[in-house]
C-alpha cells in the first residue's frame, strides 16, 4: 500500500499562475486534509473534507479551492498564485476503523515556491 | 481547543530518556492529548494520544497530570532518528478531528 502520496513534489509557479495538487490515497479513509506548512512554523489547515462530495475551510482558506470528486482524491487549486503562497503542502487522512479515528496520516509533502 | 505551552527547543543523549514537556492549562474533560512528530522535511507522524491515563506505544510513553493541566511525552532510549520537532495537540473528539499544529519543540538528540 502506498498511503497517501501527492503530486507534485515540487513546483515553481509565476504569480497569477494556476495549478493542483493532487493528494491520492488507499486507506479507505473518509476524512482528508490539505495543510501548509511555512518556514519554522507549524501546520496551518487550509481545507478539509468528511467525505465523497463534502468540502469545509480551515484555518486558513483564502487563495486556494478544493474538490473532493472521488473517495481516494483531494485536490488543491490555486487559480491565480501569489508569493504568500510559498509554502510546502501538506496532504493528510483520517480513518475511522479500529480507534484510529486520532491518527492522522501525512503524505510526504510537495513544495512549492511563487516567484 | 485548548493552547498547549511546549519548550521551544531541547537536546538529549543519545541512549538516554527524553522528556518532553507540555502544559495544556486550559484544558477541558472531553479533550485529548496528542503528540506527533515531524523528521526534517517529512510530512508529520502520529506517536502516540491520551485522555486521562498514562498510555506507552512502541514508540514512546505519554504522562498526563492527575489534573490534566501538564503532560509528558517520554522515548525511553533515544537514538539519532528521534531528532525532530515534536508537537502536543489538545483536541476535543469530533466530527472532522482537525489538528491545530504550534511551533512544537525541536529536540535534538547528540551522539
Known amino acids: 500500500n502506498a498511503g497517501v502520496t501527492q503530486t507534485p513534489k515540487f513546483r515553481v509557479l509565476k504569480t497569477g499562475q494556476s495549478m493542483t495538487l493532487l493528494c491520492a490515497q488507499d486507506?479507505?479513509?473518509?476524512?482528508m486534509y490539505w495543510y501548509r506548512q511555512d518556514p519554522g512554523m507549524g501546520l496551518r489547515l487550509i481545507h478539509y473534507?468528511?467525505?465523497?462530495?463534502?468540502?469545509a475551510k480551515g484555518e486558513v482558506p483564502d487563495g486556494y479551492n478544493v474538490s473532493r470528486l472521488k473517495k481516494q482524491n483531494f485536490l488543491l487549486g490555486l487559480e491565480s498564485a501569489a508569493p504568500s503562497q510559498t509554502s510546502v503542502y501538506f496532504c493528510?487522512?483520517?480513518?475511522?476503523?479500529?480507534?484510529?479515528?486520532?491518527?492522522?496520516?501525512f503524505g510526504p509533502g510537495t513544495r512549492l515556491t511563487v516567484l | 481547543d485548548a493552547k498547549t505551552t511546549q519548550p521551544t527547543s531541547m537536546d538529549c543523549a543519545e541512549g538516554r530518556a527524553a522528556n518532553l514537556p507540555c502544559n495544556h492549562s486550559t484544558i477541558s474533560g472531553n479533550e485529548y492529548v496528542y503528540w506527533y512528530r515531524q523528521i526534517h522535511s517529512q510530512g508529520p507522524q502520529y506517536i502516540i494520544h491520551?485522555?486521562?491515563n498514562n498510555e506507552t506505544n512502541e514508540m514512546a510513553s505519554l504522562i498526563i497530570t492527575e489534573d490534566r493541566k501538564s503532560s509528558t511525552l517520554i522515548l525511553p532510549h533515544a537514538t539519532l532518528r528521534d531528532t525532530a520537532v515534536y508537537y502536543c495537540i489538545v483536541r476535543e473528539r469530533s466530527n472532522d478531528y482537525k489538528l491545530s499544529f504550534g511551533a512544537g519543540t525541536t529536540v535534538t538528540v547528540r551522539a
Open positions: 491520551g485522555l486521562k
Open positions: 473534507s468528511v467525505g465523497e462530495g463534502t468540502t
Open positions: 493528510a487522512t483520517n480513518g475511522l476503523a479500529g480507534g484510529q479515528w486520532g491518527e492522522q496520516f
Open positions: 486507506m479507505n479513509h473518509e476524512y
